[in-house]
């Protein structure tokens, strides 16, 4: 998937571990990007994390894993998980279908401001790890 192609909602808050979060007062909705979900391909789990627990800004709380790998999913603010996509438990492929909405993953009452990226921001994350990777994509190629 190229930056040149990929669309962003832009009433999104980004992050650097590839999830979007929306308001939704008085909480926030949150899931992860397309992008992760291009990289990852199909998904064949989602570790939701337990409705009702406090969690710290940047805390792990659940996982994403397809056939090629497993990422953790991090808490983008301070606050309590009031709901998750239940789902997602016997279809996590739905993340893969629709990413934005369908696919979100769980919301979460914030204790604080979330700042998180905007859209012109997470396109610099994305193009950095573009940059990274590249030499190693050569070298397989090569």
Same mark, same amino acid.
């Given at each position: 998937?190229?930056?040149?192609?990929?669309?962003?909602?832009?009433?999104?808050?980004?992050?650097?571990?590839?999830?979007?979060?929306?308001?939704?007062?008085?909480?926030?909705?949150?899931?992860?990007?397309?992008?992760?979900?291009?990289?990852?391909?199909?998904?064949?789990?989602?570790?939701?994390?337990?409705?009702?627990?406090?969690?710290?800004?940047?805390?792990?709380? /659940?996982?994403? @894993?397809?056939?090629?790998?497993?990422?953790?999913?991090? #808490? *983008?603010?301070?606050?309590?998980? %009031?709901?998750?996509?239940?789902?997602?438990?016997?279809?996590?492929?739905?993340?893969?279908?629709?990413?934005?909405?369908?696919?979100?993953?769980?919301?979460?009452?914030?204790?604080?401001?979330?700042?998180?990226?905007?859209?012109? /921001?997470?396109? @610099?994350?994305?193009?950095?790890?573009?940059?990274?990777? #590249? *030499?190693?994509?050569?070298?397989? %190629?090569?």
């Amino acid at each position: 998937m190229s930056t040149d192609t990929l669309t962003l909602p832009t009433d999104l808050r980004y992050d650097a571990h590839h999830q979007w979060a929306r308001w939704e007062d008085p909480e926030w909705r949150c899931g992860v990007t397309a992008w992760q979900v291009e990289a990852a391909g199909d998904m064949v789990y989602i570790g939701l994390p337990v409705v009702g627990s406090r969690i710290g800004a940047g805390e792990e709380l /659940g996982s994403v @894993e397809s056939g090629k790998w497993v990422s953790s999913l991090f #808490a *983008p603010v301070a606050g309590v998980i %009031t709901s998750v996509n239940d789902a997602l438990r016997d279809d996590p492929a739905i993340v893969n279908r629709s990413p934005y909405d369908e696919g979100w993953v769980f919301t979460i009452h914030p204790s604080e401001e979330l700042i998180g990226l905007s859209v012109e /921001g997470y396109l @610099e994350v994305i193009r950095a790890e573009e940059a990274a990777d #590249a *030499p190693r994509i050569r070298e397989r %190629t090569e």
